[in-house]
């Protein structure tokens, strides 16, 4: 027995020394035959092609550290200008930072076993051509109809950047401003995918109906056809352009055992007001034909993901449904820097104001009339109305109209500062020249 060990240890003696030898003779062999078993590992089936588990939620995890958390903004706000129409969207507020000026910077997780399948790089930049900014957006598949994806990190994981490549193997979208790529990398529920002090996450579900759009051609164009004119591959784009019509609520996928907790963060984005009824997470913008709610554009055909046309839109608070919003982006000519409440002095604040959003409480009758109530051939008044919230107030009146002019919805709008409150406009109500026309 003893015998039979002496040549076993022999033998492998022999191995090893051959296998030395090797190296010593060949350096590079054990790095070749590494890459030469890399390149024949089987890549896993993409997630994109598999049928999503019935009755099993698609997420397993937190989208972050929750205790870093303040709020988490509801789907489908109005308030950010340049926003695709319906926002697609929640919005992770972080708590405060270092400074009363600051929000704390969190990490973003994956949420589930998911393959990244695109990342984009954005450069933002002032007036003058100088940059201000650079954030990441990413884009997975957890299943064959469900998707997700982290808009507005301010850092990407080195590692996930890595893998798909560096930036060496991004290309422009539309200018050197937008890159992406598509890739196929399989991350885990709980894995890093960046930083940022607060961040966007949208997701959506081929599988559920399209939301109510009265013209939801508007939102099925391509948000990336200019990028076609530098040859930009229909596969990165087709990657990262959103669905708007099948946005859904992300906290409606994660697994009961933590949805709760998620969804007992629902409110602004100070954390101030806390989401109220049964469907917190809603969707408040949907457009309602032949009434005021939902988005309009300022342009009568082309999409309003366009670069050159803008939306507007008029919607409840996702917070507060009875309190109403109009959405209008600076659009509204007639809405001047001189109705605003505020100092003559304050010049720049009552401009910015002027192209704030603007809140009131909605009533029953013709003056402050919910948008869904607005029909065509009359006319209604908005009185009471306040910058975003908690801002100043405008000196003056908002009248709306409805009409089909031209067989297709109209809408007129126009602020009058010439008078304080809607029972001191004479009657019938009507336009003075000055209002501004949006289309659906």
Same mark, same amino acid.
């Given at each position: ?17 051959? #296998? ?10 054990? +790095? ?44 489908? #706000? ?17 708590? $405060?930072?270092?400074?009363? !000026? ?81 890739? $196929?990398?399989?991350? +885990? ?9 607060? !961040? ?9 109906? @399209? ?6 051609? %508007? ?14 591959? $229909? ?19 994660? @697994?009961?055992?933590?949805? =709760? ?14 989401? +109220? ?17 939902? /988005? ?44 605003? =409440? ?11 104001? /002027? ?19 607005? %029909? ?19 000196? #003056? ?30 009657? @019938? ?12």
């Amino acid at each position: 027995m003893h015998g039979l060990e002496h040549f076993m240890r022999l033998a492998a003696c022999l191995v090893v020394a051959a #296998g030395l030898g090797a190296v010593i003779k060949w350096p590079d062999a054990g +790095r070749q035959y590494t890459e030469k078993v890399a390149q024949l590992r089987i890549e896993p089936a993409p997630l994109a092609g598999r049928a999503c588990v019935r009755g099993e939620s698609p997420l397993s995890g937190p989208f972050a550290p929750i205790d870093d958390i303040l709020s988490v903004s509801p789907l489908g #706000g109005v308030t950010a200008p340049g926003e695709p129409l319906p926002a697609p969207y929640v919005r992770l507020n972080t708590l $405060q930072g270092a400074t009363a !000026f600051e929000r704390r910077t969190t990490t973003a997780l994956a949420p589930a076993r998911a393959d990244v399948v695109a990342i984009e790089r954005h450069v933002a930049r002032d007036a003058a051509g100088a940059p201000t900014g650079l954030t990441w957006s990413v884009h997975f598949a957890a299943c064959q109809t469900v998707r997700f994806s982290y808009d507005d990190l301010d850092e990407i994981s080195p590692d996930l950047l890595a893998k798909a490549g560096g930036l060496k193997a991004f290309v422009e979208i539309g200018g050197p401003d937008h890159l992406a790529l598509t890739t $196929q990398l399989r991350v +885990r529920a709980g894995e890093v995918i960046g930083k940022a002090d607060g !961040f966007d996450i949208a997701l959506e579900n081929a599988a559920v109906p @399209p939301a109510a759009l009265d013209r939801p051609e %508007r939102y099925r164009p391509n948000t990336y056809n200019h990028a076609t004119a530098i040859n930009a591959p $229909q596969t990165i784009i087709d990657a990262i352009s959103p669905d708007v019509s099948r946005a859904q609520c992300p906290l409606d996928y994660l @697994p009961e055992k933590i949805a =709760g907790a998620w969804k007992a963060k629902l409110g602004d984005a100070f954390g101030f007001r806390k989401a +109220r009824g049964d469907n917190a997470c809603r969707t408040a913008l949907a457009d309602i034909p032949g009434t005021a709610q939902g /988005a309009w554009f300022t342009d009568a055909s082309h999409n309003g993901l366009t670069r050159k046309v803008s939306a507007v839109a008029l919607a409840p608070d996702v917070i507060d449904p009875a309190r109403l919003i109009f959405a209008l982006h600076g659009r509204l000519a007639s809405l001047g820097a001189d109705m605003v =409440g505020l100092s003559p002095f304050l010049e720049d604040e009552r401009a910015e104001a /002027a192209r704030d959003f603007l809140t009131f409480e909605a009533r029953k009758g013709r003056i402050n009339t919910p948008f869904d109530k607005v %029909r065509p051939g009359e006319s209604y008044c908005y009185e009471g109305l306040r910058v975003n919230f908690v801002g100043p107030r405008i000196n #003056g009146v908002i009248l709306l109209a409805l009409s089909e002019e031209t067989g297709a919805p109209l809408m007129k709008i126009e602020a009058r500062g010439d008078v304080l409150s809607c029972i001191d406009l004479a009657e @019938p109500w009507s336009f003075t020249g000055a209002e501004t026309t949006f289309y659906r």
